[in-house]
């Protein structure tokens, strides 16, 4: 039959951990190179002669800095994304979807309250647990609504 053919060709096309991530690394390299040249081709234009050599040259790229905290970052929230289309495709955009982005919206305030010592006094910090928690519970009754 034609239309199973074209259906397994396309699923050979466009796997999930091939061609999709390839495609967004391109493009994210893409885009991180356009958005490099705009921000030099702005520094030289309309940096004119009253500024020094210094601030006319390209932005630095600090790779001391980055070469520990920017490549740990970077293969950290790749993993995290394979694991994010995995659980996708298993549980389904409706449900995983929303529990992903509950899990980043708690780790987000998790490492401002306990890294950067952000929530003020401890009433805020005490209603932050319990509106995390709450989220908490809410992803777990979300799960049940499917069964994988």
């Known amino acids: 039959d034609g239309k199973y053919h074209e259906c397994v060709l396309l699923y050979e096309s466009y796997n ?3 061609s999709w991530m390839v495609t967004f690394g391109i493009g994210a390299l893409v885009i991180t190179l356009c958005l490099y040249a705009i921000v ?6 309309h940096t004119g002669g009253i500024y ?3 601030e006319r040259a390209p932005p630095p790229l600090h790779w001391p800095v980055l070469k520990f905290a920017g490549v740990s970052a970077g293969i950290c929230w790749s993993l995290a994304n394979v694991c994010i289309i995995e659980a996708t495709v298993l549980g389904g ?4 979807m929303a529990q992903v982005l509950s899990a980043q919206i708690i780790a987000s305030g998790a490492c401002g309250l306990l890294y950067y010592g952000e929530g003020g006094g401890n009433g805020a910090r005490g209603v932050w647990v ?7 519970i809410a992803m777990m009754l979300l799960g049940f609504e499917k069964d994988v």
């Open 16 to 18: 999930n951990h091939g």
């Open 40 to 45: 030099c081709a702005y520094r030289i234009i």
């Open 52 to 54: 020094t050599e210094q």
């Open 93 to 96: 955009n409706a449900i995983v």
């Open 130 to 136: 319990v509106a995390a928690l709450w989220t908490l």
